[in-house]
């Protein structure tokens, strides 16, 4: 089983919709959750990380963390065409010489139409 | 806004040569990190910096590559002779803490 799963998508949707991207993960040790946006051939963009179990909202984007199903999820409400890009969850384990090691998923491709 | 920032951002060599690729990660952040993401492929953890030490690797990184951070502002990594499956997109992160990560915009490595 992979630590981290993640639908790779494409997942093609109208402008204005309400989109939902997920991933599940294996690995109990992981302790922040993160969502970041990547364009093509550019680093990962973070759009919001949280931590515990519950709902994170900033703007147009609410970030779900449910540990106890192992299942994180980002929405994005009124979509637009700049949302076009491919997005990476990330998750977060502690390492004991210090500092954290982020573990992402595939990622999903998003494509927000007119 | 601080940013964390990656030179070059293209580097094409012949297999078999060493590259050094530069980072500047931001300026306060205590932990520093390579990744890399081979075309297609997910992001994935190479490295991380601590304390002027290597605090974990992973099995890509074996003894090919190595990274140091000769100054106060600079973080580099070194790959030793290059193979063509090297070639991959490396990105540098930078943290003031351990609970997320702040990416540069890449090195797109190209090993001909």
């Known amino acids: 089983q992979k630590e981290v799963e993640q639908d790779p998508g494409p997942l093609s949707v109208p402008e204005g919709a309400i989109v939902s991207l997920n991933c599940t993960y294996s690995n109990s040790a992981f302790q922040y959750f993160m969502w970041y946006r990547q364009y093509s051939r550019k680093g990962p963009e973070l759009l919001m990380y949280t931590y515990s179990s519950g709902n994170k909202e900033d703007g147009r984007f609410t970030a779900q963390v449910d540990k106890s199903s192992k299942y994180i999820s980002l929405f994005i409400r009124d979509s637009q065409p700049s949302d076009s890009a491919t997005y990476l969850c990330?998750?977060?384990?502690?390492?004991?010489?210090?500092?954290?090691?982020?573990?992402f998923g595939t990622g999903t491709q998003l494509k927000v139409e007119l | 806004e601080p940013e964390v920032t990656q030179t070059p951002s293209h580097q094409v060599t012949q297999m078999g040569q060493e590259v050094i690729l530069r980072c500047v990660p931001i300026s306060n952040h205590l932990y520093f990190y390579w990744y890399r993401q081979i075309l297609g492929q997910k992001v994935e953890f190479l490295v991380s910096?601590?304390?002027?030490?290597?605090?974990?690797k992973s099995e890509i990184f074996d003894d090919q590559f190595s990274v140091e951070r000769p100054d106060g502002s600079n973080f580099t990594l070194k790959i030793r002779s290059t193979k063509l499956e090297d070639s991959a997109m490396y990105f540098c992160?930078?943290?003031?803490?351990?609970?997320?990560?702040?990416f540069g915009p890449g090195t797109r490595l190209t090993v001909l």
């Open positions: 990330a998750m977060s384990a502690l390492l004991t010489g210090g500092g954290n090691k982020l573990t």
């Open positions: 992160a930078s943290t003031t803490n351990t609970d997320t990560q702040y």
């Open positions: 910096f601590y304390n002027n030490e290597i605090s974990e």
